[in-house]
């Protein structure tokens, strides 16, 4: 069975990364979410996808500069509000940790750290995982695949996989190569044959941003390990023929 993953929660419905969107997922029917992590200026782990707070909240500037309770008193939801009425935080990775306490959803955390290294960051993040005893539930992923590497010498039982958005010569080696077990390539990089050839060597293909219904349809057919997609409930409702 492929496993769906939703995008930045439910982000085609909700505000991305926000508690309302990982709730919203889960009860669209996903398996897991996926989500972005930075670091504040007094060392909290933020649940947001930009190096700034200009495009998804009312505020402006770097996180990497705020301090988390500057990030939590900002209104997530600012641009979306044309479709969502409901006032919505910057949420903690420790705050996503807690709920996912009463559920059984995967949790795919993308380390934003390919352009600002973030000293410490897998250490940190790597110790969340490890005091809410979610190592099997949690898989890794960055654009930076150094931070990966590190992530593997640091908990080995951690899944890994790494982000790329160019296509790449045989990418379950290379994957292999990094000590990841997975994959998760921009979907246009990758063919049907290459996700075959990569599930066949034991490497999980994620493709990313998996929205349209034709795509969706096509990566079921060929049981796709997962897709990671803005609308789960879509994407669970034509899962189901197959």
């Known amino acids: 069975m492929t496993f769906i993953l939703a995008h930045r929660g439910s982000a085609g419905t909700h505000p991305e990364n926000t508690m309302e969107a990982f709730i919203a997922a889960e009860k669209a029917g996903a398996d897991g979410i996926e989500l972005d992590v930075q670091l504040t200026a007094d060392g909290e782990i933020a649940v947001i996808h930009d190096l700034t707070v200009d495009r998804t909240t009312n505020g402006s500037g770097y996180v990497n500069e705020m301090t988390f309770s500057e990030l939590s008193k900002l209104k997530a939801n600012y641009h979306s509000l044309h479709f969502f009425k409901k006032s919505c935080r910057i949420p903690s990775l420790r705050e996503?940790?807690?709920?996912?306490?009463?559920?059984?959803?995967?949790?795919?955390?993308?380390?934003?750290?390919?352009?600002?290294?973030?000293?410490?960051?897998?250490?940190?993040?790597?110790?969340?995982?490890?005091?809410?005893?979610?190592?099997?539930?949690?898989?890794?992923?960055?654009?930076?695949?150094?931070?990966?590497?590190?992530?593997?010498?640091?908990?080995?039982?951690?899944?890994?996989?790494?982000?790329?958005?160019?296509?790449?010569?045989?990418?379950?080696?290379?994957?292999?190569?990094?000590?990841?077990?997975?994959?998760?390539?921009?979907?246009?990089?990758?063919?049907?044959?290459?996700?075959?050839?990569?599930?066949?060597?034991?490497?999980?293909?994620?493709?990313?941003?998996?929205?349209?219904?034709?795509?969706?349809?096509?990566?079921?057919?060929?049981?796709?390990s997962a897709i990671i997609t803005d609308f789960p409930g879509r994407a669970f409702r034509l899962r189901e023929q197959y």
Request: net charge negative; with cysteine; charged share 20%.
């Open 96 to 224: 996503v940790f807690l709920w996912l306490e009463g559920n059984n959803l995967l949790c795919n955390i993308e380390l934003k750290n390919a352009v600002n290294p973030y000293k410490g960051m897998e250490e940190m993040v790597i110790a969340l995982v490890n005091e809410f005893s979610l190592e099997k539930r949690v898989l890794i992923s960055s654009f930076n695949h150094k931070s990966l590497v590190l992530c593997k010498e640091i908990d080995p039982v951690i899944e890994t996989a790494p982000l790329y958005n160019e296509a790449l010569y045989k990418p379950w080696d290379y994957a292999v190569s990094l000590g990841a077990s997975g994959i998760h390539p921009k979907l246009k990089t990758i063919s049907d044959q290459e996700i075959l050839a990569a599930m066949d060597c034991g490497v999980a293909v994620r493709p990313y941003t998996v929205n349209k219904e034709s795509d969706m349809k096509r990566l079921f057919a060929i049981s796709c």
